[in-house]
């Protein structure tokens, strides 16, 4: 009898050791495909960023040659327009760069967390200083073409309103969809740490 508890006893050991090691498995798969899912969302959002700052730069390179075809319009809009594309660039450069760094098979959560958190914060800042730049720029660009006395002033005007109303849309459109992306991530991430 005595040995039967014994054998009993053993075997519901091993199968309790069993079982652990199951769920500790299937744990480790979930952590790994979610910690995956995560890696992918970010990296939609770099490709983004990639493509923000890209666009940016090949306007930095043409943007002066088009303005200096625009008879009239001052260097000085020129250089300012530059150098705005090029703070646009440098910004979202530096908001990116640390999601750039996340490793995601090794990573802490709570330092990604804190990263992801941070990236949210700015892209939720970020219209609150582009928009504003964007605004003046574009009173700018109209007041220099109004200044070029064309005839042709109406339809530039038009063009470059319907231009930075298009632009804006899908500007702000884009950062929504960051921000998105970004509180599904820290939603990932609280899934895990629980």
Same mark, same amino acid.
């Given at each position: #009898?005595?040995?039967?508890?014994? *054998?009993?006893?053993?075997?519901?050991?091993?199968?309790?050791?069993?079982?652990?090691?199951?769920?500790? @498995?299937?744990?480790?798969? @979930?952590?790994? $495909? /979610?910690?995956?899912? #995560?890696?992918?969302?970010?990296?939609? !959002?770099?490709?983004?960023?990639? =493509?923000? /700052?890209?666009? $940016?730069?090949?306007?930095?390179?043409?943007?002066?040659? !088009? =303005?200096?075809?625009?008879?009239?319009? $001052?260097?000085?809009?020129?250089?300012?327009?530059?150098?705005?594309?090029?703070?646009?660039?440098?910004?979202? =450069?530096?908001?990116?760069?640390?999601?750039?760094?996340?490793?995601?098979?090794? +990573?802490?959560?709570?330092?990604?967390? @804190?990263?992801?958190?941070?990236?949210?914060? &700015?892209?939720?800042?970020?219209?609150? /200083?582009?928009?504003?730049?964007?605004?003046?720029? *574009?009173?700018?660009? *109209?007041?220099?073409?109004?200044?070029?006395?064309? +005839?042709? =002033?109406?339809? #530039?005007?038009?063009?470059?309103?319907?231009?930075? !109303?298009?632009?804006?849309?899908?500007?702000?459109? #884009?950062?929504?969809?960051?921000?998105? $992306?970004? +509180?599904?991530?820290?939603? &990932? !991430?609280? &899934? *895990?740490?629980?």
């Amino acid at each position: #009898m005595m040995e039967n508890e014994k *054998l009993e006893m053993e075997q519901m050991k091993s199968e309790l050791a069993s079982l652990k090691y199951i769920l500790s @498995e299937r744990l480790r798969v @979930e952590d790994r $495909s /979610i910690r995956n899912a #995560m890696a992918l969302q970010t990296d939609h !959002i770099n490709r983004k960023a990639t =493509f923000i /700052i890209v666009l $940016s730069l090949l306007t930095m390179v043409t943007a002066p040659g !088009i =303005f200096s075809g625009l008879n009239g319009l $001052s260097v000085a809009f020129s250089v300012a327009t530059d150098v705005m594309l090029g703070i646009s660039a440098g910004c979202t =450069f530096a908001m990116h760069w640390p999601m750039w760094r996340i490793n995601w098979a090794t +990573d802490n959560l709570v330092t990604v967390a @804190e990263t992801v958190q941070n990236f949210r914060r &700015q892209y939720v800042l970020w219209p609150r /200083i582009g928009l504003p730049m964007v605004c003046l720029w *574009l009173l700018w660009l *109209l007041w220099e073409l109004y200044g070029v006395g064309d +005839d042709t =002033f109406w339809i #530039m005007a038009s063009g470059a309103s319907v231009g930075a !109303i298009i632009g804006g849309f899908c500007g702000l459109s #884009m950062n929504r969809h960051i921000v998105r $992306s970004a +509180d599904d991530i820290l939603r &990932q !991430i609280d &899934q *895990l740490k629980r």
